[in-house]
């Protein structure tokens, strides 16, 4: 049972460009999403969260947006840069499924093409 | 380094040994979180520690397995008569008190696990 699935196992964008990348839920209960990003041999790299009060987030960059009907979340890089190339995972957690555990999407390797 | 951190980096063991895992919290973090992940997935939960308590191990086969975050010392997870299935990366993350599920969690950069 996939609650978190991330649906495009890779995605190619050019320099300078947005690169977006998406995420969907199942369970209702989850109020908590982050991003994070990860480089081969390394831990998963915390980018930026979201709390179900609200429906965006902003940190320089990167933004996430979040549909709480649509239980969908998307994160915008602008512009793409090189050093963005990596596997970005969805998570969330949420009161049912113990707010300290993180459930977490098969991930979207992004390439940023010179 | 402040960072969460965990040693072994690459851990080879034969089928049947016992594997030690050891992950020591960033500074001021009293929350750890063991994830393993197999090749092409995401991070599946394990277990959730604080100091001398499991909280929540939900993610913990059900034999074979245990981990430890004792009031000295790093966090271990432990596998006993280690199996083939085994070998995965197993990751270590930390949040500090405070926050009920709103606190980032971070990861340090992993243990190979890898079964002959």
């Known amino acids: 049972d996939q609650q978190v699935k991330q649906n495009s196992p890779s995605l190619s964008v050019q320099e300078g460009r947005i690169s977006i990348l998406n995420c969907d839920y199942t369970?209702?209960?989850?109020?908590?999403f982050l991003w994070y990003k990860k480089y081969p041999a390394e831990g998963p790299t915390f980018l930026i969260s979201?709390?179900?009060?609200?429906d965006k987030n902003e940190d320089g960059r990167f933004t996430v947006f979040l549909n709480k009907s649509a239980k969908h979340l998307s994160l915008h890089i602008v512009p793409s840069q090189p050093g963005d190339s990596a596997v970005y995972f969805c998570?969330?957690?949420?009161?049912?499924?113990?707010?300290?555990?993180?459930?977490f999407g098969q991930g979207t390797r992004l390439t940023i093409n010179p | 380094n402040a960072g969460v951190m965990q040693n072994p980096r690459h851990l080879v063991r034969r089928r049947g040994q016992e594997a030690r895992l050891r992950c020591s919290p960033m500074k001021g973090h009293s929350h750890v979180y063991w994830y393993r992940q197999l090749p092409e997935e995401g991070l599946k939960f394990m277990v959730y520690?604080?100091?001398?308590?499991?909280?929540?191990e939900s993610g913990m086969p059900k034999e074979r397995f245990s981990a430890e975050f004792p009031k000295e010392g790093p966090s271990i997870l432990r596998i006993q008569q280690v199996v083939r299935g085994d070998s995965a990366a197993y990751f270590c993350?930390?949040?500090?008190?405070?926050?009920?599920?709103?606190?980032?969690?971070?990861f340090g950069d992993g243990t190979r696990l890898s079964i002959l």
């Open positions: 998570a969330a957690s949420g009161l049912l499924q113990g707010a300290q555990k993180l459930v």
């Open positions: 993350a930390s949040s500090p008190e405070g926050g009920q599920g709103y606190q980032p969690q971070h």
């Open positions: 520690l604080q100091k001398e308590n499991i909280i929540d």
């Open positions: 369970n209702s209960m989850f109020d908590y």
């Open positions: 979201i709390s179900s009060i609200k």
